[in-house]
T-cell receptor, first 113, second 110 residues
Framework: DAGITQSPRHKVTETGTPVTLRCHQT?????MYWYRQDPGHGLRLIHY???????DKGEVSDGYSVSRSKTEDFLLTLESATSSQTSVYFC????????????FGEGSWLTVV | SQQGEEDPQALSIQEGENATMNCSYK?????LQWYRQNSGRGLVHLIL?????REKHSGRLRVTLDTSKKSSSLLITASRAADTASYFC??????????FGSGTRLSIRP
């Protein structure tokens, strides 16, 4: 298994509170991604990073921000959580991005009540 | 909107039969990949096919790509109970954005 650790794995939070999910990798891969997975929508890209301090938006970036201050860590922040952000969040990594295998973490289950 | 869309959404077959899943996409791609997801787990890479390839094999998996129709198919031969999972196609076209479809849920009946 690729060395990807997501934390927390499960979280319940209240509407309006900020939430940060962490992804930590030990593979020294350049690219890191955050996806959310919802029934009927598959996986949708939220944000991705192509290097330290280099990030870009995905399909569903509204309400989310990211930061990457070190190669190994990619943080996803929900600035003010809403019920529509209840989902499973997956971090993924890739060595060279385009055309290469991406490896997934085990997911973080977030419930916003 | 999703770049890749799998068809069918759900498929149930008898163990030993072949399973075929299809993926259609909208824009030109560089590569197309297939992933598998067991319930409650992350996705696992199965196979990658490049835009200049038409067919690729890996064990019991066979993937075809038709860029003129913007479609791909994944064939799993001699299915086993352990093949029960969701299968996703993923495409990349530019800027390292790898986009997934909504998946096919495959159930193998013993």
């Amino acid at each position: 298994d690729a060395g990807i650790t997501q934390s927390p794995r499960h979280k319940v939070t209240e509407t309006g509170t900020p939430v940060t999910l962490r992804c930590h990798q030990t593979e020294n891969h350049r690219y890191m991604y955050w996806y959310r997975q919802d029934p009927g929508h598959g996986l949708r890209l939220i944000h991705y990073s192509y290097g330290v301090k280099d990030t870009d938006k995905g399909e569903v970036s509204d309400g989310y921000s990211v930061s990457r201050s070190k190669t190994e860590d990619f943080l996803l922040t929900l600035e003010s959580a809403t019920s529509s952000q209840t989902s499973v969040y997956f971090c993924a990594i890739s060595d060279t991005g385009l055309g290469n295998t991406i490896y997934f973490g085990e997911g973080s289950w977030l419930t916003v009540v | 909107s999703q770049q890749g869309e799998e068809d069918p959404q759900a498929l149930s077959i008898q163990e030993g039969e072949n399973a075929t899943m299809n993926c259609s996409y909208k824009t030109s791609i560089n590569n197309l990949q297939w992933y598998r997801q067991n319930s409650g787990r992350g996705l696992v890479h199965l196979i990658l096919i490049r835009s200049n390839e038409r067919e690729k094999h890996s064990g019991r998996l066979r993937v075809t790509l038709d860029t003129s129709k913007k479609s791909s198919s994944l064939l799993i031969t001699a299915s086993r109970a352990a093949d029960t999972a969701s299968y996703f196609c993923a495409t990349d076209s530019s800027a390292s954005k790898i986009i997934f479809g909504s998946g096919t849920r495959l159930s193998i009946r013993p």
